[in-house]
């Protein structure tokens, strides 16, 4: 049960389960002081009437508690039975829990409760771990936790928790040692040494964490890599003659970076983030003309094949001019195209490929691969990434794009890797899109608008929710509201498209062409729109049901407007009654169009492991370390990985081999039992 809900296999699992919190219980409050307005109470008393209440879903264990001030129920919904047959009638016990109220009546469910005896009798600070309603049923309580843990630190010594990180590191960041920090922060005799130990757990796991990029980051750096020794006529004759406008500042210097990293002869490894419109594909387009210019063929790798068709489309139409052979591959096209496809790509006939996952097939050979642009990198894991590299003897040079502003913090641990550039400039001529949040109530006035807007010639998106965990609900709400928007604009005046994921792939490109052609003036999507649709004629986003999606998503969906020259706007439409933290979510969106300002927010408000998949993805789980509140222990950590690695690339010192365990887990040899 601890494996399968908290990952607890060994003892040595147990220790690093560290407490998220502690209670104060020096304090015993007496019954007939606990009121309404009570938070979280310790109690002692005598417990009689032990009984069940209630009948099926609402069956439920009550007992009541008494002392010589007054009495209180206790109540019990999950494990009611593993409880009842625990618990013993006029036994005096020591509870701890929060006060709650139900028909009037002062209660609390689900408290913690031993029986009271010397043991348990315990003053201070007592860790809260974290846990889960299964473990709960079972009857296994925050106070198991404790016992288990108190019991192993009775058994074991300094010697088997022994010191991982350098003296002269210790020394110099101001660390207690690592065996005083894993007791102190499960049992903390003070204030003072609960924080002493929380730094320096948190100080060893990031630490942990940018060694690993820092050894990324220097293996890069000394990857060998193609020169682009020259900038010749392709990338000439675009910049001077077809470019469809003018570069931004920001542009050409990141264009600058590129072209001084791939002169080098070592790969480029290189993160260029920008707002949803800041013109990242034309720095793409430019990154693989140059590599045209060296003799060399470029590919571009995006998440899904909506996105591979869209690049393939614009970056086709951008080039057109100069007879570029540029070809698309996914996992759609047909096998005798695809054998055509594999052979330009073998024989160097066709010198740019746009495509999705397929591009990293085994069967998918370059002659000669320079340049590899990842479109929308936290989509792909890092193995997806090293396969491009595979593709040559010589690895090419990596270009990864992303139209998620990343905050520094989260650049720092999922991108520390990579070298940063950001466009920060939006094109001339766009204008701010206006974004208002209206509710259900305003609907009709909502729908007129955005009529009038058609009416002058302009197109609009109305996008619905498509959550996996309720996928058929959410169709038939999109299928409802499909009938919904040919009420408001009649067939025989308007026409309507409409996308979603469940549509066969030829359909969905059919109707998003449509749009695009301006065939059809609104399209019904779901969050398949969400990138790679570039229109320029479309003015109106408006989003339904906008509480159901993250700050991030909706920051997207807003940017598939605005790219034109005319004044555009999103609309958030939302329920009438919202959650505070809802209303915050939907107030950002509204208060800012930056991108950055937006991702800070949903960095602190979502954490980062919701925010980009970390926690899915196996990559840096931090147990203790929070990268939104602990940027300063980050910026030492990274300081302290980057100088370590520099001095001892490959933590060959002995004082370093503890290090080099920590963060090669495979080569690590447990001496820790199994939890039976």
């Not at 990338?235 to 001084?260: C, G, S, W």
Request: proline share 4%; hydrophobic share 40%; aromatic share 8%.
């Amino acid at each position: 049960m601890l494996r399968t809900e908290l990952e607890i296999s060994t003892f040595e699992d147990l220790l690093y389960h560290y407490p998220y919190r502690y209670s104060d219980r020096s304090q015993v409050s007496k019954i007939g002081s606990v009121n309404a307005q009570s938070d979280q109470v310790q109690l002692v008393g005598t417990l009689v009437n032990i009984f069940d209440d209630g009948e099926g879903k609402r069956k439920r264990l009550v007992a009541t508690l008494y002392d010589d001030t007054g009495r209180i129920e206790l109540i019990w919904f999950q494990g009611a039975q593993w409880m009842k047959k625990t618990l013993k009638e006029h036994e005096r016990y020591i509870v701890y829990g929060r006060v709650s109220t139900f028909n009037g009546n002062i209660n609390i469910a689900h408290p913690e409760i031993e029986p009271l005896n010397a043991e348990t009798a315990v003053a201070g600070l007592q860790p809260v771990y974290p846990t889960t309603e299964k473990l709960r049923a079972r009857g296994i309580s925050n106070r198991s936790f404790a016992k288990l843990t108190q019991a192993l630190f009775e058994k074991i010594g300094q010697g088997d928790i022994p010191e991982i990180l350098p003296a002269n590191i210790i020394t110099q960041y101001k660390l207690c040692n690592r065996y005083n920090a894993i007791r102190w922060v499960h049992f903390p005799d003070s204030v003072e040494h609960e924080q002493v130990a929380r730094y320096r757990l948190k100080w060893e796991e990031l630490f942990a964490s940018q060694l690993t990029i820092a050894q990324l980051r220097m293996k890069h750096h000394i990857q060998p890599g193609w020169k682009f020794e020259k900038v010749g006529d392709y990338f000439n004759d675009f910049y001077n003659k077809h470019l469809p406008f003018q570069l931004t500042n920001a542009q050409k210097r990141v264009l600058k970076e590129i072209r001084v990293d791939t002169a080098t002869g070592k790969q480029m490894n290189r993160l260029v983030q920008g707002d949803v419109g800041s013109g990242k594909t034309i720095v793409a387009v430019m990154s693989m003309l140059l590599a045209m210019d060296n003799g060399f063929q470029a590919c571009m790798m995006a998440p899904t094949e909506i996105l591979a068709q869209q690049h393939f489309q614009s970056i086709s139409k951008l080039l057109k001019p100069m007879n570029i052979n540029v070809t698309l591959l996914t996992g759609s096209i047909k096998s005798k195209e695809r054998k055509e496809i594999l052979a330009g790509l073998a024989d160097g006939s066709i010198a740019i490929a746009v495509g999705t996952h397929a591009l990293i097939e085994e069967s998918v050979q370059f002659k000669n691969l320079g340049l590899a642009v990842i479109d929308e990198q936290h989509r792909f894991g890092v193995g997806q990434r090293a396969r491009l590299w595979s593709k040559n003897e010589t690895a090419p040079h990596i270009l990864v794009m992303t139209a998620t502003p990343i905050p520094r913090t989260l650049a720092m641990t999922l991108y520390g890797d990579l070298d940063v550039s950001t466009i920060d400039e939006l094109p001339p001529g766009r204008q701010e899109i206006k974004t208002v949040n209206r509710t259900d109530i305003h609907r009709a006035r909502v729908m007129e608008f955005i009529r009038k807007e058609i009416d002058k010639g302009r197109q609009a998106y109305i996008v619905y929710p498509l959550i996996e965990e309720s996928e058929k609900m959410d169709y038939e709400s999109l299928m409802a509201g499909y009938e919904q928007v040919k009420i408001w604009f009649p067939e025989h005046k308007y026409r309507i498209a409409m996308v979603h994921g469940r549509q066969e792939a030829g359909e969905r490109q059919r109707n998003m062409e449509r749009f695009a052609k301006g065939e059809a003036q609104v399209l019904v999507a779901t969050t398949v729109i969400e990138v790679g649709v570039d229109v320029p004629n479309a003015s109106v986003m408006l989003i339904e049901s906008a509480e159901r999606f993250g700050l991030s998503q909706l920051h997207q969906l807003r940017g598939r407007v605005g790219r034109g020259a005319e004044q555009s706007y999103c609309i958030l439409l939302t329920s009438n009654k919202l959650g505070l933290d809802t209303l915050r979510r939907i107030n950002v969106v509204v208060s800012t169009n930056n991108g950055f300002k937006i991702a800070e927010e949903d960095l602190s408000m979502r954490g980062p492991g919701d925010l980009y998949g970390t926690r899915q993805s196996g990559e840096f789980k931090f147990k203790i370390a929070d990268i939104v509140t602990d940027v300063a222990i980050l910026e030492q950590t990274r300081n302290a990985a980057l100088q370590l690695i520099t001095e001892d690339p490959g933590l060959r010192n002995p004082q370093h081999m503890a290090l080099r365990e920590l963060i090669l887990p495979k080569t690590r040899q447990s001496h820790w039992g199994k939890i039976s």
